[in-house]
């Protein structure tokens, strides 16, 4: 920084040096002034002190650039200049509104000060200027109230205490009864109150007024508010604020003069048509204060809302056309949906503000497909023009805004979506319930993988523990359930069917209605809105699906599940967890049979029972997946996962098998393990117990030749080893497989086509790539687990401190939601190049949970993955954002 940084830039009166494409400099107002300026719009014209200052205060100890007060002093000879006005000059008064303005819109930032440079002398002139005392004192109130409020810290209270009582005194009900000498009282009365809070008087001259604001604004850039703002939405402190000063225009100039707000299109829906509110002699934030009832912009807003006090478009018509071309004209110039204010002073409009609106997944939707059409924008520009991640709105039911809600409590929000349904603790209530049709909620003090069929039954889940990343979240977004996970102040009571939040008792049976969006839970049934893919959902995807390299696939295991997937556009399975099919009632006991023997035989025995109900969920899955491929896993989880718990379990079991019920408890308490996630799983299964892998494989083969018989159309399995780690495990297991593969062949006639290959989960099976890849076929990055053992961190337990990592700044993101690109990406990389220099188009794809996460997704497209895999409900996110990552990297 030298002697001659330009510290402040003017725009208007014919002369902006600023410019949209210059936002970090000068702030979203202040570069969008300066742009609206140069298109010739009618622009107040003004000048920004930059970013750029608010960062050397804070760097300088809070101290200005030597050169700001000489710059801001020519900026404001340059404005009296253009307004022919001067400020603090009682004769003919220049007023200014002071505005803060950071890059990206910030709530916590200071309020916008109006009519600043009034004093008793300068507000004289005004009233003789104008010929209007009343809006000159109505002016000159508005400016003491908001300038003790927003830069000296007086509540605004007492000031709206003064103005009722002195209303109802006066027998008043609105403020436009008041005359101007009522104005000049009200004033009197708000400079003693002023006077008297502040222990001095309240500034009169305008240069120290100026600077005040001015400092308020860059102060704001470090309260509370503002920082946790920052860091909820990761913008650095560094980017500072900028500050905008401007020649005031009045819409309180009566009856020809406005202010109002606008959206060049409904944000809500996309709409086309005009859609905002205006008052009629009124300024500033007067529209969204909620003081008087703002009136329609449109005739047809009005129509449609039924309201009877005139639109702008009645009312002013020859300002609304006006206001109608700058709308067209900003659209256009900006090719997106401006958010716009602007005020009418005695019949001449003039625009305040323009930016890039805010608006719903549907209207972003609608938008962008609108404007694609319209040829304002290219179809691939409207792919980039959705946020995938604010699809997620469109594909739940949801909450109804406008429902009244009785709110319990609220947890996190696990997994979007509304649900509504009986309260129930049990999953296997839940899912006995369910089958005879009711609808039920199912809330439990945390979740295990034996609460899977509860959760698939229920219409949501609610738990009284646990993060986003808890079992309950995962599965619940997998399923695309509905979940409000750790709602600690539930008080859940399984034995008496009830639970406390406060003072209230919730009882089995009762109705709630939960808010996965906010977290919400919900006493009784509150109205939902159902999911809607309109045309425009459709038409937007197709765009995508032309701009995609990488195919995206879905995690699923049930028939339901893989149809919702198949209709949402995925490709493939790219991950089908053989487990849980093992969870089902009717096949718990079969399992443990087959666990709890202790020799072979007696594992084959309940094999061979099992063998039939798995073929028959693979080929209910090959029956809708037709031809794309599905990536079966064989089993992974360690078997403890299935040991029976109760000693009704063990006797099930006991019977079942005929063996005596303590050798069983025995051999449950032989198979315990210290640490089982790095236990006796995955492909160490298949080592040991061979015949449990030859089962899977042959009811995948079996049921891909009986599916083609059935249907003619050849069903593609891909068979997934689990974590493997060594090139010789996986070789040994893919001969077996192989090897029913060849004895299905023999025995049916048929030919299974298939591939076999591995997850890459373990550091060392990704450095080692280059070996595994000499008997993959494809490997597909197990990220969940790969996270896991690259950090050394169980994913059960990180939910306790990872809120201290990510506050202390180790963690940026959670590490199980968003992919670490440095470490664990690292091992993805050097996986994938080292898998491809041995089998060269080696197939790969990512199967974890970020394989639905926008980030991730890009990092899998720059490391030239072939699929992303996700959960049903999140196919069409990752396939809008593997379009945008591919088209990010082409322009
Ligand atoms: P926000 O960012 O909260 O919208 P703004 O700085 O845009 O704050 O100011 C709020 C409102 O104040 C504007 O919409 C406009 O109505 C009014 N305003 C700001 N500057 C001026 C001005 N120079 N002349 C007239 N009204 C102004
Ligand atoms: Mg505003
Ligand atoms: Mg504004």
Known sequence: MNADTKWVYAFGGGNSEGEA??????????????????????????????????????????????????????????????????????????????????????PGMMDTVLNLGLNDETAEGLAQLSGDRRFAYDSYRRFIQMYSDVVMGVDHGIFEDILESFKEENDYSLDTELTAEDWETIVREYKQAAASELGRDFPSDPREQLWGAIGAVFGSWMTDRAKTYRKLHDIPASWGTAVNVQAMVFGNMGETSATGVAFTRDPSTGDTGYYGEFLINAQGEDVVAGIRTPQCLTEAMREKMGDPSPSMEQALPESYAELAAVFDKLERHYRDMQDIEFTVERGRLWMLQTRNGKRTAKAALKIAVDMASEGLISETDAVMRVDPAQLDQLLHPTLDPE???????????????????????????????????????????ETSPEDIHGMHAAEGIVTARGGMTSHAAVVARGMGRPCVSGAGQIKIDYASKQFTVGRRTITDGEIITIDGASGQVLFGEAKMIKPELTGDFAKLMSWADASRRMKVRTNAETPADCQTAVEFGAEGI??????????????????????LSDGQDGRVTALDKILPMQRDDFKAIFRIMETRPATIRLLDPPLHEFLPHTEEDVADVAAATGLPADLLMQRARDLAESNPMLGHRGCRL???YPEIYEMQARAIFEAQVAVEKETGVKPVAEVMIPLVATSAELAILKARVAGVAQAVAEETGGQPQYLIGTMIELPRAALRAGDIAHDAEFFSFGTNDLTQTTFGLSRDDAGKFLGDYLEAGIFEKDPFVSLDKDGVGDLVRIAAERGRATREGLKLGICGEHGGDPSSIDFCEETGLDYVSCSPYRVPIARLAAAQAR???QS
């Open 574 to 595: 790219g991950l089908c967890r053989t487990e849980h099919m093992f969870f089902d009632a009717d096949r718990i006991a079969a399992v443990r049979e087959m666990i």
């Open 21 to 106: 494409g210059m936002r970090e400099l000068l702030g979203g107002k202040g570069a969008n002034l300066a742009e609206m300026a140069k298109l010739g719009l009618p622009v107040p014209p003004g000048f920004t002190i930059t970013t750029g200052v608010c960062t050397a205060f804070y760097e300088n100890d809070r101290q200005y650039p030597g050169e700001l007060n000489g710059q801001v002093e020519a900026a404001l000879a340059q404005l009296e200049a253009a307004v022919d006005k001067k400020f603090g000059d009682p004769a003919n008064p220049l007023l200014v509104s002071v505005r803060s303005g950071a890059r990206a819109s910030m």
């Open 403 to 445: 429902a009244t809600r009785d709110v319990l409590t609220a947890g996190l929000p696990a997994s979007p979506g509304a649900a509504c349904g009986a309260v129930v603790f049990d999953s296997d209530e839940a899912e006995a319930r369910a089958k005879d049709g009711e609808k039920v909620i199912l809330v439990r003090i």
């Open 686 to 688: 298949g080592i040991t």
């Open 887 to 889: 088209l990010r990297r």
